[in-house]
């Protein structure tokens, strides 16, 4: 099988490597795993000795065959986009099928999905995809939603036992990972734990952290919703055909508690937030938010901020005679919002000094000034 330029196919040599993978991934007998990818099947291989539950999305029906006939009914074999999937009817026949489901049948019992194989490029032939620094704008597709429930005690949002979540181990297509991100970030609560091999730089700017050069909008995203550790880096040599790039290898553990935590948040409008003050990132926060606010509300922001910096119960009154008092602050805790005692950053600040605590902070700052200056 040569491997294809379209769908960004580099299939691991290293089966030390493969099995290094699988085994970061934690799986028991019985669990509900999704490959994306399997190409010629290194990974595949080691995750069947687990006796997982295994279901694998191929894009490329040249390579079906091959995987019917060296797996059979091993696997549940879908040769469909993984991007074009409804995820949640998967993960429903997860839950209420047993495994494993006769091969032939299984594409007709669930709407048409897909998915790519592995390690997908940019178009042109091994080259790096120049990806801007907020080029993920998961909010123009995806919806949030308000006050979902965390993961608590054995159970997701759905009621589902935690065993009954879906464990996802995968070398990602490089021409697939932004808006496969997206997906993992929609579905977080599904999965029990993600295990990825990405391009090196998505993967350190995945853990990125504030005043880096590398931290963004999708540092702040995927951190929001996964606990994001760096395992290991995978050369380019590993792979054939070889990249330009190396790879590394990321666990990614869906936090349990941030749509408790976070209850109160719109989340559409927090990541409106956090995209716009990355819009421009030699821009401050002030200069940025301008794009979406009206001048008396960066005034009334700003004069907040300068309260909460100060920590005193002194008046500040801007040039619209719009008080910031114990009243505007003992409106902010009426919301069962937790205020800082003091604030580290400021309107002149720029969105890359900022944490995701400081963002928690400015949204509930900007939500208080919305309503009282609706």
Not at 25 to 36: F, L, T
Not at 333 to 353: C, D, V
Request: hydrophobic share 35%.
């Amino acid at each position: 099988m040569k491997p294809k330029k379209r769908f960004g196919q580099n299939f691991l040599q290293n089966k030390d490597i493969a099995e290094n993978i699988v085994q970061s991934a934690d799986i028991e007998a019985g669990d509900n795993v999704w490959e994306i990818g399997p190409g010629k099947g290194i990974l595949t291989d080691f995750l069947l000795k687990h006796n997982c539950n295994l279901t694998c999305f191929e894009i490329d029906r040249d390579i079906i065959p091959y995987l019917k006939n060296k797996y059979h009914n091993k696997i549940n074999l879908i040769n469909k986009d993984i991007l074009k999937i409804d995820w949640e009817t998967y993960f429903t026949k997860h839950i209420h099928n047993s495994f494993p489901v006769n091969q032939e049948n299984f594409h007709d019992s669930i709407p048409s999905p897909i998915i790519h194989s592995n390690q997908p490029k940019s178009s042109s032939k091994n080259e790096t995809p120049n990806l801007p620094e907020n080029h993920i704008n998961m909010e123009s597709s995806l919806d949030y939603g308000q006050g979902k429930e965390c993961i608590i005690s054995g159970h997701n949002r759905h009621g589902n036992n935690l065993r009954e979540q879906t464990i996802l181990v995968a070398n990602i297509p490089y021409n697939i990972t932004s808006p496969l991100l997206e997906k993992l970030c929609k579905h977080s609560d599904n999965f029990r734990v993600i295990v990825l091999m990405l391009q090196k730089e998505v993967a350190d700017r995945i853990s990125s952290q504030p005043k880096k050069k590398s931290y963004g909008v999708l540092s702040l995203k995927m951190q929001y919703y996964f606990e994001v550790k760096s395992l290991f880096t995978v050369k380019a040599n590993q792979f054939k055909p070889q990249p330009k790039v190396n790879s590394m290898v990321v666990k990614l553990i869906p936090r349990c508690n941030i749509y408790q935590k976070f209850r109160h948040i719109n989340h559409n409008l927090f990541w409106r937030i956090v995209e716009c003050a990355f819009s421009s990132r030699r821009k401050t926060l002030k200069n940025n938010l301008k794009t979406m606010f009206n001048n008396q509300q960066i005034k009334l922001i700003e004069d907040i901020l300068l309260y909460l910096s100060e920590v005193s119960s002194s008046k500040i009154v801007d040039s619209h005679n719009c008080i910031v008092d114990d009243v505007t602050i003992n409106s902010l805790k009426l919301k069962n919002i937790q205020l800082p005692a003091t604030t580290h950053f400021s309107l002149s600040s720029r969105g890359e000094e900022l944490s995701e605590e400081d963002y928690i902070h400015l949204y509930n700052i900007i939500d208080i000034v919305q309503s009282k200056l609706c």
